[in-house]
C-alpha cells in the first residue's frame, strides 16, 4: 500500500513541499546559516518558519536603506506557543525581560493568545528563542504547515467547563507538535546524531509535513471569544451543567483571501460531527490527517483545508473523516446561539479570588508616548504573582488575585499613564488591529499605527447618529489575510493600496456570520464618513436591540452604498 504522506509521482508540488522534504525533519542548513552575517536564504526562510520565526524588514527605513545604497535592516520576528494564552507570573517576567533585552521592548499579544517579539537581530535569534525555552515554553510549530497555537476561552473561571477548555487546549497543541530533534538541536544544543541521513519518524507529519498551516481553536456556545468558526478546526465543547456531553467538531474555517482573486475567500468552519468526551484527540488528529493526505500542496493559496471542505463536498469529507476515525460519526449537534462575553474589569472567580481584564490596543505592550504599559504591566506582576492569561481579543486577564488587590493594581497603571478598561468606549474596547507596517513584510497598508485615530473618528460618527458607546466589533488589517478576523467583524477595514482600504460590513458579534465587500476602495481620510451616513440611517431604521451587523446584513449591497451617495464599490 502507498504511504499517503509521500508524493505521488503525478502530484504537482508547490516549491515549499520540496523544501519541506529536503529538509530532513526541519534541518535543512538553519543551523549553518545562522551563524552566517548574511540573511537566510528563500528556502530557509520557509524552513525557519516551523522553528517560529520570520526574517523580515523594517520597513519604514527600507527605501532610505535603498537610496543611500544600504542593504535592508534585517530583523526577526518570534513567536511563542501559549496553550490558551495562559502563562505563569514567573513566565511573564522573563517574556518581558527577553524583550527588553532583545525585542526593543515590545511584547505583542496576538489574535491567537501568543506573545511575539519583533525587531530580533540576527545576532541575538538564538538566545531569545533559547531564553522563551528556559521559561519553559517554546517556538516549535508556532508558524509553518502545522497544528498552530491552539485557542481557548481565556476566562479563569474556577469550574470544571473553564478548567476542561484550558486542559484540552494544552492536551491538542502539545501532542500535535511535530517529533523532530532538529529544533533542539539547533537552538538549544542537544546533541546531533553524527552522520544522520534521515529524519527521525514523525507519525502524524511525514516528512511533508501539512499543506498549509492548521489552526485549531475551542469554544463554548456561551463564549465563542476566539471565534471558533474562523478555525480550520473549530471545536464546540458542549454542556450538560458541569457535565461535559461532548464536542461538535466544525471543519474549514480560513479567512485568508486575496483581493481580485475569488478563487481565495474566507470561510467560516461548517459543523459537521459529534464526539465523545474522550474522543477528543482521536477525532481531531483525523481531521489533521485528513487534511494531510488530501490537502492541495501544488497551490498554497488553496492550500486550506476550507478548499478540500468545498471542492469535496460535506458528504465525502464525512465518509473520508470516519475512515481515519475508525467508526461511523454522529452528526453535529444543534448549539445555542453564541455569545461572547467582555472578559475586561474585575470579575469573581468563583473560589473567591477575581480576575481583572486589562485593554491592551492592538495588543502592543511598550513604554511610549508616555505610556508605560510594559512596566506598569510588569509592576502588577511582581506585586501580585497572578496568572497573566492572554485574551484572542489580544488583551490580558491577571488572575488568582485577591480583592483586596483592587485599589492597589489600578493606582499601578493610573501612576503609569494606562488607560483602565472602564474609559474606553466599546468600538474601542472591542476594535482589533494587526501589526501591518512596518514589520509585516506582507502589508500593503497600516493597522496597528492608525487603530486608534480611526477608531476615535468612528466613534464621533456613531455620537454624531445618537449611538455613542455603541457596542460594536471594528477590526482593520493592512492586508486581506486576514489576522485581526476582519472577515468576521460587523465592520471589516482592510488594507487594500498603500492609501485605500476596502470596507466589508454585516458580520455579526458573536463571529457566526460573515461580513461582505461593500466598498473596494476607500481612501484612509473618508472611512469614518463613509460610515456616518449608514450609522444614521440604523439608528433610524433598527429594531429594539437589533444590532449594527444584523441591520447591515438586510440591507443590499445598493442600499448601503447609495446611503453614502456612492452607487458602486
Ligand atoms: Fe496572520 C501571515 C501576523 C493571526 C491569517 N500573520 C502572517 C504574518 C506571519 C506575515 C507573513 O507571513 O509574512 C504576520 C506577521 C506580522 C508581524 O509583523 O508580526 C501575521 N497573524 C498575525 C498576528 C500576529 C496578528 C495579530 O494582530 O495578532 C496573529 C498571530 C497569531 C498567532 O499567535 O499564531 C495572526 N493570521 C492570524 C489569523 C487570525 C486567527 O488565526 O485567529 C488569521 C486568519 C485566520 C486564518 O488563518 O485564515 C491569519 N496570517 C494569515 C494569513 C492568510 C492565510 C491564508 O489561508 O491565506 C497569512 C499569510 C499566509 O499564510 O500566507 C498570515
Ligand atoms: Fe500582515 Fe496582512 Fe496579517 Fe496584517 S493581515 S499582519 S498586514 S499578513
Redesign the pocket.
Known amino acids: 500500500m502507498t504511504d499517503p504522506k509521500q508524493p505521488s509521482p503525478t502530484e504537482k508540488l508547490s516549491e515549499v513541499e520540496r523544501v519541506k522534504r529536503a529538509s530532513l525533519g526541519l534541518r535543512g542548513q538553519v543551523a549553518e546559516q545562522l551563524a552566517s552575517p548574511d540573511p537566510f536564504d528563500d528556502a530557509h526562510y520557509q524552513l525557519l518558519k516551523f522553528h517560529g520565526t520570520?526574517q523580515?524588514y523594517d520597513r519604514d527605513s527600507a527605501t532610505e536603506r535603498k537610496q543611500r545604497g544600504e542593504d535592508k535592516a534585517w530583523e526577526f520576528?518570534i513567536?511563542a506557543r501559549i496553550p490558551g494564552g495562559k502563562l505563569t507570573a514567573q513566565q511573564y517576567l522573563e517574556l518581558d525581560h527577553l524583550a527588553v533585552r532583545y525585542g526593543a521592548g515590545s511584547l505583542?499579544v496576538?489574535?491567537?493568545?501568543?506573545i511575539?517579539f519583533?525587531a530580533v537581530v540576527k545576532g541575538d535569534l538564538k538566545a531569545t528563542i533559547a531564553g522563551i525555552n528556559d521559561t519553559l515554553l517554546t517556538t516549535l510549530a508556532?508558524?509553518g504547515d502545522v497544528v498552530?497555537?491552539v485557542?481557548t476561552s481565556p476566562a479563569p473561571i474556577a469550574d470544571a467547563k473553564h478548567r476542561r477548555l484550558q486542559d484540552d487546549a494544552r492536551l491538542l497543541s502539545t501532542e500535535l507538535l511535530p517529533t523532530s530533534r532538529a529544533y533542539h538541536e539547533i537552538w538549544l544544543d542537544e546533541e546531533q546524531v553524527a552522520g544522520r541521513t534521515e529524519a527521525e519518524p514523525d507519525p502524524l507529519y511525514g516528512e511533508r509535513y501539512l499543506p498549509?498551516?492548521f489552526?485549531i481553536g475551542i469554544a463554548t456556545p456561551d463564549d465563542n471569544v476566539v471565534?471558533v468558526l474562523?478555525?480550520d478546526l473549530g471545536i464546540v465543547a458542549l454542556w450538560e451543567g458541569d457535565t461535559l456531553v461532548g464536542y461538535n467538531l466544525a471543519l474549514g474555517g480560513?479567512?485568508?483571501?486575496t483581493h481580485n482573486k475569488p478563487k481565495?475567500y474566507p470561510r467560516l468552519a461548517t459543523p459537521l460531527v459529534f464526539i465523545g468526551p474522550d474522543d477528543l484527540l482521536k477525532g481531531t488528529r483525523a481531521v489533521v490527517e485528513l487534511q494531510r493526505d488530501h490537502g492541495d500542496r501544488g497551490d498554497?493559496?488553496h492550500a486550506?483545508l476550507k478548499y478540500l471542505v468545498d471542492d469535496r463536498g460535506l458528504p465525502w469529507i464525512k465518509a473520508t473523516l470516519e475512515q481515519y476515525f475508525g467508526s461511523a460519526l454522529e452528526d453535529a449537534r444543534p448549539m445555542p446561539r453564541f455569545q461572547i462575553k467582555d472578559h475586561t474589569g474585575w470579575h469573581e472567580q468563583g473560589d473567591g479570588r477575581f480576575y481583572y481584564g486589562l485593554s491592551i490596543p492592538?495588543?502592543r505592550i511598550k513604554d511610549r508616548d508616555g505610556v508605560q504599559f510594559r512596566t506598569a504591566l510588569r509592576r502588577i506582576v511582581e506585586t501580585f504573582a497572578p496568572t497573566p492569561i492572554l485574551t484572542?481579543t489580544?488583551d490580558i486577564l491577571f488572575a488568582d488575585l485577591p480583592n483586596n488587590a483592587r485599589a492597589k493594581l489600578e493606582a499601578i497603571l493610573v501612576e503609569h499613564g494606562v488607560a483602565l478598561p472602564q474609559s474606553f468606549t466599546q468600538a474601542a474596547r472591542w476594535a482589533?488591529?494587526?501589526?501591518a507596517l512596518p514589520?509585516?513584510?506582507?502589508a500593503l497598508n497600516e493597522a496597528e499605527r492608525i487603530r486608534e485615530p480611526l477608531i476615535a473618528r468612528i466613534d464621533a460618527a456613531l455620537a454624531t447618529a445618537g449611538l455613542a458607546n455603541e457596542k460594536l466589533s471594528i477590526r482593520i488589517t493592512g492586508c486581506p489575510?486576514?489576522?485581526?478576523?476582519p472577515y468576521a467583524a460587523e465592520i471589516g477595514i482592510v488594507g487594500r493600496t498603500a492609501t485605500d482600504y476596502a470596507l466589508f460590513l454585516g458580520g455579526d458579534f458573536e463571529g457566526t456570520r460573515l461580513n461582505r465587500r461593500i466598498f473596494d476602495r476607500i481612501h484612509l481620510d473618508r472611512i469614518a464618513e463613509t460610515l456616518a451616513p449608514i450609522f444614521q440611517a440604523y439608528a433610524e431604521e433598527r429594531e429594539t436591540g437589533e444590532a449594527f451587523g444584523d441591520w447591515a446584513n438586510v440591507q443590499t449591497d445598493d442600499r448601503l452604498r447609495s446611503l453614502t451617495g456612492k452607487l458602486a464599490a
Open positions: 520570520y523580515g520576528m513567536r505583542r496576538t489574535t491567537r493568545q501568543t511575539q519583533h508556532t508558524c498552530r497555537n485557542t498549509r498551516k489552526k471565534d474562523t478555525n480560513g479567512l485568508g483571501m481565495t498554497r493559496r486550506r492592538s495588543g484572542p489580544q482589533l488591529a494587526c501589526p514589520t509585516c513584510g506582507l489575510n486576514g489576522c485581526a478576523r
